[in-house]
């Protein structure tokens, strides 16, 4: 696509806006606090939705993103998980709050402003509506604390989320544990990647455990 | 420094988008089935910071995302290798400038 309308720099010369790509806005935003899965439906849309959440509750609970709805041709929703961390034991909610961005193809009801369309018309910026905004890229760990003074309660999207299973041998038979790794609230300048229990799947006479990896990219946003 | 850029204020006079603003765009997104782990070299990306990251679609708790990786101007995503009761789910992959 060749370079259509306008193309602003901030004081730093960075590109803020041009006529090619375009921004993700806010749609929804809210709180939650729960002990497994929740879906958020949204409006229909073509284009996949990304959500952020912020954890507000104890340093030993966990929440995430886990997946977006799409039925063709939309996504229609975002479900969230909250939980307990695994390594404790027992079983409570999570407290956080969300934002869902996407694209939309409509423009905001703000009649003062500035809009920008790239050459298909399609929005590519509008002064009406609330930009995802990122703010730090940074590598983390399960079970290690991430501190990042520069940003103060921001929301993080974390990716990928990882999978795990465990086989608890407890005579004559233990669970077997699906778990999912999300993030806990450690202050307002860190968190932690922790495991949570997302199913039990049986039953072992053995103890064992399968994990797809540890580390993951957190971005912080607002 | 003098002044650069643009001033974007509301009806009320609250500024929307100041001169010193940093705004996120998307530069790539890409929807990816199951299995597949590939690359592909993006040359927006040139000289930016990027946040780059897979989304799991209709997803299970035995399903993950793919991991996704930035080399130069090459982002790259892979599925996990998987032993018992894990697998790859569908994933949309996004590419976001931040600066």
Aim: charged residues 15%; hydrophobic residues 35%; aromatic residues 12%.
């Amino acid at each position: 696509m060749s370079e259509y309308g306008l193309k602003i720099k901030n004081s730093d010369s960075e590109v803020q806006i041009d006529s090619l790509y375009r921004n993700y806005v806010l749609e929804k935003s809210g709180s939650l606090d729960i002990n497994g899965l929740q879906s958020i439906s949204i409006a229909n849309n073509p284009n996949p939705p990304i959500a952020a959440i912020r954890p507000t509750g104890g340093t030993d609970r966990v929440c995430g993103v886990f997946d977006v709805s799409y039925s063709s041709p939309n996504y229609t929703a975002v479900r969230f998980f909250g939980g307990k961390e695994f390594a404790g034991g027992g079983s409570a909610s999570c407290s956080f709050d969300y934002k869902i961005f996407t694209l939309l193809e409509s423009k905001s009801a703000e009649a003062y402003g500035l809009r920008v369309y790239d050459a298909a018309e399609k929005l590519v910026y509008d002064s009406g509506r609330i930009p995802f905004k990122i703010l730090e890229v940074g590598s983390a760990t399960i079970g290690t604390t991430y501190s990042h003074p520069s940003h103060t309660d921001p929301y993080y999207i974390f990716s990928p989320w990882h999978s795990g299973i465990v086989g608890i041998y407890y005579p004559p038979q233990g669970p077997v544990f699906s778990l999912k790794s999300g993030i806990g609230k450690q202050s307002s300048t860190s968190i932690k990647g922790m495991w949570t229990i997302c199913a039990q799947l049986g039953v072992t006479n053995m103890n064992f455990a399968d994990f797809s990896g540890t580390t993951f990219t957190i971005i912080l946003c607002e | 420094m003098s002044d650069f850029g643009l001033r974007v204020k509301d009806a009320v006079g609250n500024t929307i988008l100041s001169i010193t603003d940093k705004i996120t765009r998307l530069m790539w997104k890409s929807s990816h089935t199951s299995s597949a782990g590939n690359s592909g070299e993006l040359s927006q990306i040139d000289g930016i910071l990027t946040g780059n990251f897979a989304v799991p679609v209709n997803a299970d708790v035995t399903k993950t995302a793919h991991i996704v990786s930035r080399s130069g101007n090459v982002i790259s995503w892979t599925t996990f290798s998987y032993t018992i009761h894990l697998s790859p789910a569908d994933c949309v992959i996004f590419c976001f400038a931040y600066t």
